[in-house]
């Protein structure tokens, strides 16, 4: 296994926890879950005070940091350990603030942050995935190859944002946006179901791993802004001719619940995930999401994995007909926070914080 650089070793003399995140995201559901658990919470908000936690009071923080902006959470690094907070990630906070700061934080924070290096680079993505015999949509080398429908999209998580359909290298010329990093796919035809995924190493019972257990604690998919309602306005042909085009900035989350049959393909992909994972950098710890395309043929492609909380668990802030089958009313900002008492209670911390 490989070692994890680590600041989780400061959360070692800690007596009372303080479960701490950006306000963003799903840091409704996080607050709500570390209360249920019995921490105290605080809300790293920029610029000021948030009122929406207002009206809604269950998952309102005890306390705010309010920062200037996302850079400026480093310097109050320190002054967080002495409040003695653990930093719980999402993809708000690690998009805004940056991979490479969000890796340098002096603070520790759930999860592995090994994990950055391998999820953020879509190269190391598709290396990691494909390794563990995941399958993804097919890979296209150069845009001179298209051929045929593909998806392109740029580094990080933009939310959907930016990404497009190409069906030849004029449209990808079209609508490539110059000097970002970006990547090609075959364009998968099925259904998107967002596989959300907790993965234990200190559990020992459940689905096991060769070390820890892996949970499913939900399954979404995700309304995105203009496409899925484009086909009412006719062919893609016509709309470009009206400068219409089909944005896939994510605007909400559904749930959903897949095939049963489908459910040990779903698992065996999730353990293959983590497995490797445990392989090449120490493992991705707690939440993480597999978001996939089922075909006609019954059969996934992977085109992306989040390695942390993703917001379609947002959906199931009470539990989800999954997670309700391991513990009625059990969310995944609840499950991290379990996570953190358990491993506390246990002297394990520095299993699951870096
Ligand atoms: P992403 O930027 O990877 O999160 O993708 C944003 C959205 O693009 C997804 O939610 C899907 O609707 C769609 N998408 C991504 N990759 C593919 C693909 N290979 N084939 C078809 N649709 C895709």
Redesign the pocket.
Known sequence: MVARRTFGSLAEDYKDVVVATVCSHSSLQIFHGAKQEGFRTLGIAIGKQPRFYDAFPLARPDEFLIVNSYKEIADHADDLVARQVVAVPHGSFVEYLGAENFAKLRLPTFGNRSVLAWESDREKQREWLTSAGVPM?KKIARPEDIDSPV?V?YYGA?G?RG?FIAKNHDEFMAAIKPGMKYAI????VGT?YYLQFFYSPIADGGYRLSRGALEMLGIDR?D?AN?DEMYKLGAQERLRELEIYPT?VVTGNMPVVLRESLLPKAFDMGERTVEKSLELFGGTIGPFCL?T?VTDRLEF?V??ISSRIVAGTNIFVSGSPYSDLLEPGMSTGRRIAREIRTAQKRGLLSEILT
């Open positions: 949509p998806f999209k933009k959907g990404s796919q075959e364009y998968v998107r995700r995105e496409i896939f978001e395309i492609k085109f992306e």
